[in-house]
């Protein structure tokens, strides 16, 4: 997922959102790194965003991250749970849906880099216009708040590495609305 931003960050947006933990080293399932790394179910929000905070650092992560809330109302809306690949595009249409994971994963990085390639060459201006609008996708935000590029800037305020954002609504399947979430900066 790391390489396709860095392949594809000029020509959309990324976010990698952090649900609830599929495989922590105290659920029924758990996995050696979750073992390794102490990670446990989170029952607090803190929590959450400390284990995510933990991932971008031991994965080296450098695209934007945000933290689905307690109530878990983002891997609801999208089926995420334990991992899965979406690509919205800019009416909000979901166009690359990948199967759940663990097995739907792989596959579902294929197709979002074929439909971001694709993308790429029906828009040959889209990496040129690196920060500005182009005739098929908004600017992207220039964290100023002037109006210039900020059409998918996130919302409320900061406090620490936490800022607090909304998420996409659900307009393949009707569910939805926003739902809070936090990024976390590195």
């Not at 828009?123 to 109006?147: C, F, I, L, M, Y």
């Not at 936490?162 to 979430?181: A, H, I, R």
Request: aromatic share 6%; with cysteine.
């Amino acid at each position: 997922m790391e390489k396709m931003f860095q392949d594809y960050q000029d020509v959309a947006e990324f976010r990698m959102i952090y649900i609830r933990e599929a495989h922590a080293s105290d659920s029924n399932r758990p996995v050696r790194y979750a073992k390794e790394k102490g990670i446990k179910q989170q029952t607090k929000y803190d929590d959450r965003c400390t284990t995510a905070k933990m991932l971008i650092d031991d994965k080296q992560l450098t695209m934007p991250f945000l933290v689905d809330s307690m109530d878990n109302k983002t891997n609801e809306a999208y089926a995420a749970h334990p991992d899965r690949v979406f690509v919205v595009d800019t009416s909000g249409k979901i166009v690359v849906a990948a199967g759940r994971g663990p097995f739907g994963f792989k596959p579902g990085l294929e197709n979002a880099k074929k439909w971001l390639a694709e993308y790429e060459k029906k828009n040959p201006a889209s990496k040129s216009e690196k920060d500005g609008a182009s005739k098929d996708r908004p600017a992207k935000s220039d964290g100023k708040g002037d109006g210039k590029g900020d059409e998918k800037k996130p919302t409320g305020e900061k406090k620490d590495s936490v800022e607090k954002t909304e998420s996409p609504s659900n307009k393949k399947s009707g569910k939805g609305g926003s739902t809070l979430t936090e990024a976390v900066s590195n």
